[in-house]
């Protein structure tokens, strides 16, 4: 599998917030991706960093004006607030009866629910300068002539080696002693103990069921199997498995997404709502028939909603910003069917999209990028009915890979208002800053109350595990050769740049550091 390639841009101090207002309160780090494989991106997030397109950035919590916590909502575990069933029994209302009452929402906005990434957030809105031959390593083994120049300076003989490579692919050999990455803790999972004798039901009898809902069971099971493999390259399928598998009702216990999104709808409902997941890959026929359609909704939403001017939010900033991915795309045998990278999530209303979400799978969540979608729908709650079907999404994709069960938001901004809806996705979970370890979001609310800047794991003694320890096995792509930072210093010229290196490394953690491709000029 091809290694990573960044190229670190240092830090960008001092420019505009859109949340506080400030002119220069934002501080933060930043790098162009190349290339970029999913588990180097999961580490990536889980250490705070996020990407807006092919920049990869990270705010430095304790100088910024506005702390921007990386937030997850443990998707199993989800339960949907009363508003949030208030916009899910919406739309269905909607597409069942064409009922469009606008009622409006009474704890989240109707914008992006994803809205601190905009086009213009980032500071480097350029593309590298550096060629994609520069980029390519060489394919030629140096190793021993590395190996005896790292000798005669003392370093190890594992920092000296030097990668074969073989046409466009770099092949990596991880050392005996390389770290293995760490995975994110996992939700326990809930247990339920049986009653005690004499109390609760006869759990030797079968439960009652309302004839209702053994109607309902039937209809639904029957319409599944009629539309079976009628839905090309819709997803259809999946969701259909899915919902045959969680089809039978559960006495007693609160609705779910999935009872509000895969309902059966009447012979004559007045609308058509499909959800279809297309492949960001200009090789996708269905991605390159919708792009047209895509981009123009994404222009309207932008100028609409955001206020941009037609330059601002034309095919080439569309392809630049939500388009463009460093991920590349990756199939395995415990994953989900449709692989993971980076997706487009489009919304077909009557055959035309009104909204489109824009997500990454990932090893162990759906991160979500981006959503735009037509304004003409915004009584329809689009930011939020899209959060909830993409966090069904992850439950579903979960029944495949187990791993995978977790709902990325972006960043939790405690210090702006109007962005502290995310932490309305319960049970969910917030980042320390500090130790990059999971906090539960009702634990860093008192924290946050009192200090805009918080550290959330109270074990004074505990360190960030993940932490740079060896400088000298960074690795560096240099002049086209993959070699680690401890023969790239000695061979540099000029002066040194050991303090960016440094800087680059404590951030993306020791992990990722020896597994991605470092460039330098």
Same mark, same amino acid.
């Given at each position: 599998?091809?290694?990573?390639?960044?190229?670190?841009?240092?830090?960008?101090?001092?420019?505009?917030?859109?949340?506080?207002?400030?002119?220069?309160?934002?501080?933060?780090?930043?790098?162009?991706?190349?290339?970029?494989?999913?588990?180097?991106?999961?580490?990536?997030?889980?250490?705070?960093?996020?990407?807006?397109?092919?920049?990869?950035?990270?705010?430095?919590?304790?100088?910024?004006?506005?702390?921007?916590?990386?937030?997850?909502?443990?998707?199993?575990?989800?339960?949907?607030?009363?508003?949030?069933?208030?916009?899910?029994?919406?739309?269905?209302?909607?597409?069942?009866?064409?009922?469009?009452?606008?009622?409006?929402?009474?704890?989240?906005?109707?914008?992006?629910?994803?809205?601190?990434?905009?086009?213009?957030?980032?500071?480097?809105?350029?593309?590298?300068?550096?060629?994609?031959?520069?980029?390519?390593?060489?394919?030629?083994?140096?190793?021993?002539?590395?190996?005896?120049?790292?000798?005669?300076?003392?370093?190890?003989?594992?920092?000296?080696?030097?990668?074969? *490579?073989?046409?466009?692919?770099?092949?990596?050999?991880?050392?005996?002693?390389?770290? *293995?990455?760490?995975?994110?803790? /996992?939700?326990?999972?809930?247990?339920?103990?049986?009653?005690?004798?004499?109390?609760?039901?006869?759990?030797?009898?079968?439960?009652?069921?309302?004839?209702?809902?053994?109607?309902?069971?039937?209809?639904?099971?029957?319409?599944?199997?009629?539309?079976?493999?009628?839905?090309?390259?819709?997803?259809?399928?999946?969701?259909?498995?899915?919902?045959?598998?969680?089809?039978?009702?559960?006495?007693?216990?609160?609705?779910?997404?999935?009872?509000?999104?895969?309902?059966?709808?009447?012979?004559?409902?007045? /609308?058509?709502?499909?959800?279809?997941?297309?492949?960001?890959?200009?090789?996708?026929?269905?991605?390159?028939?919708?792009?047209?359609?895509?981009?123009?909704?994404?222009?309207?939403?932008?100028?609409?909603?955001?206020?941009?001017?037609?330059?601002?939010?034309?095919?080439?900033?569309?392809?630049?910003?939500?388009?463009?991915?460093?991920?590349?795309?990756?199939?395995?045998?415990?994953?989900?069917?449709?692989?993971?990278?980076?997706?487009?999530?489009?919304?077909?209303?009557?055959?035309?999209?009104?909204?489109?979400?824009?997500?990454?799978?990932?090893?162990?969540?759906?991160?979500?990028?981006?959503?735009?979608?037509?304004?003409?729908?915004?009584?329809?709650?689009?930011?939020?009915?899209?959060?909830?079907?993409?966090?069904?999404?992850?439950?579903?994709?979960?029944?495949?890979?187990?791993?995978?069960?977790?709902?990325?938001?972006?960043?939790?901004?405690?210090?702006?208002?109007?962005?502290?809806?995310?932490?309305?996705?319960?049970?969910?979970?917030?980042?320390?800053?500090?130790?990059?370890?999971?906090?539960?979001?009702?634990?860093?609310?008192?924290?946050?109350?009192?200090?805009?800047?918080?550290?959330?794991?109270?074990?004074?003694?505990?360190?960030?595990?993940?932490?740079?320890?060896?400088?000298?096995?960074?690795?560096?792509?240099?002049?086209?050769?993959?070699?680690?930072?401890?023969?790239?210093?000695?061979?540099?010229?000029?002066?040194?740049?050991?303090?960016?290196?440094?800087?680059?490394?404590?951030?993306?953690?020791?992990?990722?550091?020896?597994?991605?491709?470092?460039?330098?000029?």
């Amino acid at each position: 599998m091809p290694a990573a390639v960044v190229e670190y841009k240092g830090w960008k101090e001092g420019y505009g917030c859109g949340y506080c207002g400030a002119a220069r309160g934002k501080v933060s780090a930043g790098m162009w991706a190349h290339s970029m494989t999913v588990q180097d991106y999961q580490d990536l997030i889980d250490r705070g960093w996020r990407r807006s397109g092919k920049y990869v950035y990270k705010p430095i919590m304790n100088q910024t004006c506005c702390p921007q916590y990386t937030i997850r909502c443990r998707a199993l575990h989800f339960q949907a607030s009363k508003s949030h069933k208030k916009v899910l029994k919406k739309m269905l209302k909607f597409i069942s009866k064409g009922d469009v009452s606008k009622v409006a929402s009474e704890e989240e906005p109707m914008d992006s629910h994803i809205e601190d990434v905009a086009t213009c957030d980032f500071p480097y809105k350029n593309e590298s300068q550096v060629s994609q031959s520069d980029l390519t390593p060489l394919a030629v083994d140096q190793a021993e002539r590395v190996e005896d120049e790292d000798k005669d300076s003392g370093e190890t003989k594992e920092e000296g080696n030097v990668q074969k *490579v073989e046409s466009d692919s770099v092949q990596i050999c991880a050392d005996k002693d390389s770290p *293995v990455p760490a995975e994110p803790s /996992h939700s326990a999972k809930a247990g339920h103990a049986p009653p005690k004798p004499g109390k609760g039901a006869d759990l030797s009898k079968p439960p009652c069921r309302k004839a209702k809902d053994i109607r309902k069971e039937r209809k639904l099971q029957k319409l599944l199997q009629s539309q079976m493999g009628t839905a090309e390259g819709s997803q259809l399928q999946g969701d259909q498995a899915f919902l045959l598998q969680n089809s039978k009702p559960k006495t007693n216990q609160p609705k779910n997404i999935e009872d509000f999104v895969f309902v059966p709808l009447p012979d004559d409902a007045r /609308h058509k709502l499909e959800v279809r997941l297309v492949p960001v890959s200009f090789e996708d026929p269905q991605f390159k028939s919708s792009f047209n359609q895509s981009a123009s909704l994404f222009a309207k939403y932008q100028m609409s909603v955001h206020k941009d001017t037609p330059s601002d939010c034309g095919e080439n900033e569309f392809t630049r910003f939500l388009c463009d991915s460093p991920l590349e795309a990756e199939h395995a045998p415990n994953g989900p069917e449709c692989g993971y990278g980076s997706f487009h999530q489009q919304y077909w209303l009557d055959g035309k999209i009104i909204a489109v979400g824009v997500i990454d799978i990932l090893p162990y969540c759906v991160s979500s990028v981006y959503l735009y979608y037509d304004p003409d729908f915004s009584f329809l709650s689009l930011g939020v009915y899209s959060a909830l079907r993409e966090i069904a999404f992850t439950r579903q994709l979960c029944v495949k890979a187990p791993d995978l069960c977790f709902y990325y938001m972006g960043f939790y901004i405690h210090s702006c208002p109007k962005m502290r809806y995310k932490g309305q996705y319960r049970p969910s979970d917030l980042l320390c800053p500090e130790t990059y370890v999971w906090t539960p979001i009702e634990q860093c609310l008192p924290l946050l109350e009192h200090s805009k800047y918080s550290r959330f794991n109270q074990d004074g003694k505990a360190v960030d595990e993940g932490r740079l320890k060896e400088l000298g096995r960074v690795r560096v792509l240099h002049k086209r050769t993959v070699m680690p930072y401890s023969v790239y210093k000695k061979r540099r010229k000029g002066p040194s740049d050991e303090a960016s290196v440094q800087q680059y490394a404590s951030l993306v953690g020791q992990t990722c550091s020896e597994r991605m491709l470092l460039f330098r000029s």
